[in-house]
């Protein structure tokens, strides 16, 4: 059950524990995508048809960028992100989002977003 932080399209965030992939799926309403990252330190999920689904539109793509989500400068994401610790190796389970992205998004939103 790992903690994750979620990025709210009002420009908030809180951090939750996912119990399994139907809490992944309500946090993101509907069925999960993986966004590609530069490392395995973090795993950021999306909903897979939120531009189909004309989700507003997410103001933290600066910082998904800044942490190591792979995207275009000027590319936007719509609705909540999902951002955890990268996978583990053993059982293929992500893992708790680490301490210093959490801080980093605090940091973010009290300067950038909000």
Not at 26 to 40: C, M
Request: aromatic content about 8%.
């Amino acid at each position: 059950m790992p903690r994750a932080l979620v990025l709210l399209t009002n420009g908030n965030y809180k951090v939750v524990v996912l119990r399994d992939v139907g809490d992944y799926q309500q946090t993101v309403g509907g069925f999960v995508q993986l966004l590609p990252t530069r490392d395995n330190r973090i795993s950021c999920y999306v909903n897979e048809e939120g531009a189909l689904k004309m989700m507003p539109i997410n103001p933290w793509s600066p910082f998904l960028i800044q942490i190591g989500v792979r995207m275009l400068k000027e590319a936007s994401i719509v609705g909540n992100i999902i951002v955890l610790g990268g996978v583990n190796d053993d059982d293929y389970d992500d893992t708790d989002v680490p301490d210093d992205t959490v801080e980093f998004a605090r940091q973010h939103a009290n300067e950038e977003i909000l």
